[in-house]
């Protein structure tokens, strides 16, 4: 056997050395700080760190925020919300024509406009389209509930017929649900607009995967709970966006989501609640503070079973002033949103002006002592257990709870997951109960159609419309009907401002917290904004 | 030993059967409302909508009929359509499935072998100072939340020295590998991608240690305890006596014996941990089984419930199988015994 010279290295050193070696180069290959590695390309995708809470990505089923900004961004609508969220402006429709009775729209198609396979967008497709919205009775279904008919006069110009006089069918036909869709294409694929498409209709999995609009971007790919890829649609009638592609990814936490701007790992992040955004500190990103529609309420529901005493008019009128509105916004958001006087959102028509709601516990107490509860009574307040728009619900709860110990009402508080809390106020219905609210379109209708006291809407069911002293729902639904009629901006503002004020007498929904919304986005980037249709409208960001 | 395999191998789809039975009637009567993630909370109150999503979905059936429709349907390896991803549950299964095994192993390794590096430290000098670090340092990974020790992992090497990714299993911005397999470091590798396998690489270490410091808290003082046992049996003082090196007797002939109870805990914890570790993928935008689990939950998705559920149980049987036959592989009295 050879022997080793004792001036070679042993065995075991030079395997030691090597190993060590090899260790180093991988730990400087892996632990690499990430600048030097990667940095993000300007020329990549814009990544948006959002709780995703997609039900569907088809624009007839589809129903939630992250849908609004999907959809926005990939299906083109008739007719779109401008920046300052108040102007119907043109979008697949170049112009149009309403009747004197509002009931009859006519739109003109401008001809430039062709879906991302290059085919034109015809009055076939929209009629199609919307058609198709109405009959699958998805989510957003109700946006059509007063559909007539549609008429595709020439492959340019179409007609539109409401049962019923409806001044905010224009807003309505620039939410996001109601984009037009490439029905030849859709057609093929499983999907149709017949009356039976609620059940006949098997297109749903066929959206997941593809799309077929006229919007500024198509979808890539999409992985629930993970990721929703837009690419840039080359075939872009309009401005093309600024950005090649868009990362919509799932993050669920509002401190990942601000770790993630901090890195560059996100540009955008969507959720980071006021609280969040005080505490980090990112040089090169832009917190901007907005106010948002999205607002979260008190209900009061006479009608239910349970109610400890009957929620009479003085009762209510009681809780309403016992309630510490402005105490409620700096304890749950820090100082960062705004009261808001009746349940359509300040900025909405019919809003302005409107008296803000007032503090007065001794007023409260009074009235408690002439309903017959000197000494208060004790009351449930259920909520869904969540944190929504920024605003912690539990919180809010006990300073509710605080507030009311303050007139006797003693509230014992119970929070419920939300597939219970909505499950309970309707069935067997919850006397004082915390719910939350964000718009689908830019109109007031749609609040009084879920909030006012009028026949057959869903808070007047649960209020006992009809049923309880004060509460005929008459009233409403004639002003109601007069706004939907209104020729003009100012008829429609005052009807809708009547509604509001009867809708603030009623003290039955009691708004508390109208929480701002945090921007967050990393100095590179710009033309985000909130938009109240359509959220966060993609195809006008840009990344130098 | 292959008697017993047998035997559980065909018990299995009985206690499959049972799983899916209680799962289904505790879905069924749980109060809530399902259809709020197919339609939307304010289309409740919308008659024709509910009755057409009821109709589209089965839900205006009865109880019994559902379960005999979902057994049938799971007899044919179906095992429906989730109320809120509208994907077959077994696809979405299938496609998460192998996010969390990748870190689940990975997890694993990291918890197994720290747990019983800090156990044979902590044994061999026992009531050192070295045996009280090595055992606070298990405690901390028992005790600390795991949200909180990914937030501050994330915050420590992700935003501020940026030694590794944040959340995801890859860039955000990269494009992702075919997938073939469902594990980004072997559909990496497929791909010939060696910077994307570095990537996810670099994406899984801190997960992985997060959630392997559990882990490793639970393995080590198992096994310390364990070995403190072993170590003071005759063969051991047998073994020293003989002049076996200090190292040898640790490993060869005191670990083997110690690590026989450790086996269970490590086969129940790697079950555990399929359906289980929902924090870690939560904060780290994990696609994984944990987080499709809460979603299902929370938004009451009947059949993705039932899904996740049966895919826990057999994790379970098959963990429980699987240890039975490393136990016994590992002691022999086990292997004469059965």
Redesign the interface.
Known sequence: MARRSRLAPSRSFATSLATSFAASLLASVFFLPLDVRSAPAADGPLVVARAMDVNSLDPARAYCDTCQIYLSAVYATLLTLAPDNQTIIPMLAKSWEVSPDVTTFTFHLDPAATFSDGSPVTAQDVKWSLERLKNIKGGPAYLMDSLKSIEAKDPATVVITTETPNSEFLGILAAPYTGIINAKLAAANGANANADAATSDASDTWFLAHSAGAGPFVLESYTADDALRLARNDKYWGKKPGVPGVVLKQTADAVTQAQMLQSGTADIAMQIDPDTAKTVSVPDATFKSVPSFNFVYAAISPAAKGAPVPLTSDVRQAIALALDYKGAIDFTVGGEGKEQSSAIPNGYPGTKDLPAPVTNVEKAKELLAKAGHPDGFAMELEFPAMNVYGVDLSLLAQKVQQDLGKVGIKLSLKPVPFTVWISDINDPGTPFALGFFAPDYFGSAQYVQYFGMLPDMPWANRAGVGKQPGLDGKEQLALYHKALAATDVPAQEAAYRDLALKMIDDKIILPLVSPNLILAYRNDVSGVRYSACCNLPLGEIEKK | MLKVVVRRLLVMPFLLLGIVTATFLLAQFT????L???????????A??VA??K??WGLDRSVPERYAIYVWNLAHGDLGTSF????PVLK?LA??LPATLELVICAMIVGAAGGIALAIVSAEFQNSLADHAARLLALMGSCLPV?WLG?IA??LF??Q????????RL???AVAPPTVTGFMLVDTLLAGNVAGF?DA??HL?LPSLVLGWSVMGIVARMVRASMLDVLGQDYITMARAKGAARLRVLVHHALANALIPALTILGFTFAYLITGSVLVE????W?GIG??AV?AA???DYPAITGVTILGGLGFLIANLITDVAYAAADPRMREAT
Request: aromatic share 6%; hydrophobic share 40%; charged share 25%.
């Open positions: 109060k809530g409302n399902p709020v993630s197919i339609i939307g909370a304010r289309n409740l109150d919308n024709e909508v057409a999503a109709a589209r809120r991803t509208k994907q979405d496609q998460r949200f937030l994330l915050f992700s935003v020295t940026r030694l590794l990714p944040g959340p995801g860039d955000i911005r570095i690489a670099r270490v939560t904060i780290f935008s696609p987080s499709y979603e929370r938004s009451l």
